[in-house]
């Protein structure tokens, strides 16, 4: 342990933990429980502790993930993270903290996700007709209690450690919003989970915000400017391709919701693959150019094994299993990757 943590390189950046050689952004995609997988991806990436983490960028219940990491980090480092990871998740889950009243609407919220619809005809026919204007008029969010309890927003927001960046969607402009970590509220954390479907949006400054996966999910950009790492890991839980049909309603919905939520992670991994191929051709300079090495780490065929369904599953011993998936994949990935950090992308941009 001493001998590894000798040979710190002096240019690591962010979250640092003892045994950090290598140093490397996230970028956190949201998809309804199935974030449970990012946080098992999260848990066995600091128990190794190999990487230092410069800054985090998410979207949804990936900027969920990535404020409850930092804030468990600023509070007792890696073991402070990993506690308060798994403390949210147990919270959030429907045999967790939650009232009858708050269970039903991380249900509808989950629901969303999986494009399930009610069995009920009229009951479903109404939840496309009334909007949570109508249904919630008291805004009651659930996730609210939970952050709030959870989560110190003056010690995130004073984090010199690591750079943190938040999504939404500007409703007013259709144009996506960064918040970084010195602006962080509860409310930038719930406008980038905010489903319109299911809560009324979160005035910010006196301007509207809808979940920031309708326009970077989650966004990049923020890595490219703010941060000095090459290195972007991508946690990925929303599949881009599916080699089937879907023919019922919820199959649709579902593959909208997918279709819908990958476009603009797609069109930036392409812009990246664009400008890296002019980099590499001699057209533009590094020195006004950054070169983006992208990598990727996602459930593959046994997270989308899951029936669509499944990221309304609340239950603790789902998020247990999402959980362990991620911590598998994680540890793939890393026996794989990790010598090619810092020196190659391991994503292949042109069939990302």
Same mark, same amino acid.
Request: negative net charge; aromatic residues 10%.
């Given at each position: ?7 710190? $390189? ?16 996230? +970028? ?61 998740? @147990? ?57 709030? *309890? ?9 984090? @010199? ?34 489903? $319109? ?33 090459? *290195? ?5 839980? !929303? $599949? ?16 909208? !919701? ?11 991994? @392409?812009?990246?693959?664009?400008? @890296? ?35 309304? *599953?609340?239950?603790? *011993? ?10 598998? +994949? ?6 794989? !990757? ?12 042109? !069939?990302?």
């Amino acid at each position: 342990m001493t001998g590894r943590a000798a040979k710190h $390189p002096s240019n690591l950046l962010g979250l640092v933990g003892p045994d950090a050689e290598k140093t490397v952004c996230l +970028a956190l995609q949201g998809g309804g429980a199935h974030g449970a997988f990012t946080w098992g991806v999260l848990d066995y990436l600091l128990e190794d502790g190999r990487l230092a983490i410069e800054a985090i960028t998410g979207a949804s219940a990936g900027a969920m993930n990535a404020v409850v990491l930092v804030e468990g980090w600023l509070e007792g480092g890696r073991d402070g993270a990993r506690e308060q990871l798994h403390k949210f998740w @147990r919270r959030v889950s429907l045999d967790g903290g939650f009232s009858p009243i708050q269970r039903s609407l991380f249900d509808h919220f989950l629901n969303f996700w999986s494009g399930a619809q009610s069995t009920n005809l009229w009951s479903g026919a109404f939840s496309h007709i009334a909007s949570p204007y109508d249904l919630n008029p008291l805004d009651i969010n659930p996730l609210r209690d939970a952050l709030n *309890d959870m989560i110190d927003f003056e010690r995130v927001r004073t984090c @010199r450690e690591t750079k943190l960046f938040v999504s939404a969607t500007n409703v007013w402009t259709g144009k996506i919003r960064v918040f970084s970590a010195p602006e962080l509220t509860v409310d930038h954390v719930l406008a980038s989970a905010c489903l $319109p479907t299911v809560f009324k949006a979160v005035e910010i400054d006196g301007e509207p915000y809808w979940d920031g996966g309708y326009t970077g999910n989650p966004a990049l950009f923020p890595l490219f400017y703010e941060a000095q790492t090459d *290195d972007i890991l991508l946690v990925q839980i !929303n $599949p881009v391709e599916r080699r089937s049909t879907p023919r019922t309603s919820e199959e649709i919905h579902s593959r909208l !919701n997918e279709v819908t939520f990958n476009a603009n992670l797609l069109y930036e991994l @392409r812009a990246i693959g664009f400008v @890296r191929r002019l980099i590499d051709e001699g057209k533009l300079s590094t020195d006004e150019y950054k070169r983006v090495l992208m990598h990727r780490i996602h459930g593959g065929a046994d997270l989308d094994a899951y029936a669509a369904s499944s990221r309304l *599953d609340a239950r603790w *011993d789902f998020f247990e299993k999402l959980r362990d998936l991620g911590r598998v +994949a994680a540890h793939t990935w890393l026996d794989e !990757n990790y010598r090619a950090l810092g020196r190659e992308s391991t994503l292949d941009l042109a !069939n990302a």
